[in-house]
């Protein structure tokens, strides 16, 4: 039997926060309501997801990584506040040979100058921003779909 293909859901700062967070911009649902949800719909479609939250840039670098060396079908990356100020976390994408879809609950693009820019975008297969939770269910048929 072949391996379940395996899609990392890696989340940065802050996003331990949802539901009580600005609900007005990233809505009332819970990271561990999102998860939920996604775990049902892996299994829907026949993957796996390993879903992570860290406060901590270097725990995403080191969980692309372990994507890398994990030989994951893709990652799904929120990674907050990092999107628009890590340079490591551009260079880990660009280290693995793992498609990385950038998410987003928010359209950065219509809110602060400070958020137009993405290092995260640069380096990612494709990015989806400005559905709130959809967001990542969304990104989740996206990884699905690169499977052949
Ligand atoms: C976010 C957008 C970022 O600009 C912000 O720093 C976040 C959340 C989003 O999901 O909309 O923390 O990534």
Redo the contacts with the bound molecule.
């Keep these: 039997m072949t391996e379940t293909p395996l899609v990392m859901v890696l989340n940065?700062?802050?996003?331990n926060l949802l539901g009580s967070r600005e609900p007005q911009i990233?809505g009332h649902d819970t990271l561990d309501d999102i998860a939920a949800r996604l775990e049902d719909q892996a299994q829907a479609l026949g993957l796996a997801v390993d879903i992570r939250q860290s406060n901590h840039e270097g725990h995403l670098v080191d969980w692309l990584h372990e994507a890398g060396a994990r030989g994951a079908l893709a990652v799904i990356l929120?990674?907050?506040?990092f999107?628009?100020t890590s340079i490591a976390i551009h260079d880990a994408i660009k280290g693995i040979a793992v498609p990385v879809i950038e998410?987003?609950?928010?359209n950065?693009h219509a809110?602060e100058d400070f958020?137009h820019i993405s290092f995260v975008a640069k380096a990612a297969k494709g990015s989806i921003?400005g559905f709130g939770a959809a967001s990542y269910r969304l990104a989740l048929d996206a990884a699905a779909a690169l499977r052949h």
Excluded: E
């Design positions: 940065g700062p802050n996003l990233y929120n990674a907050g506040a999107t628009h998410v987003h609950l928010s950065p809110r958020r921003s």
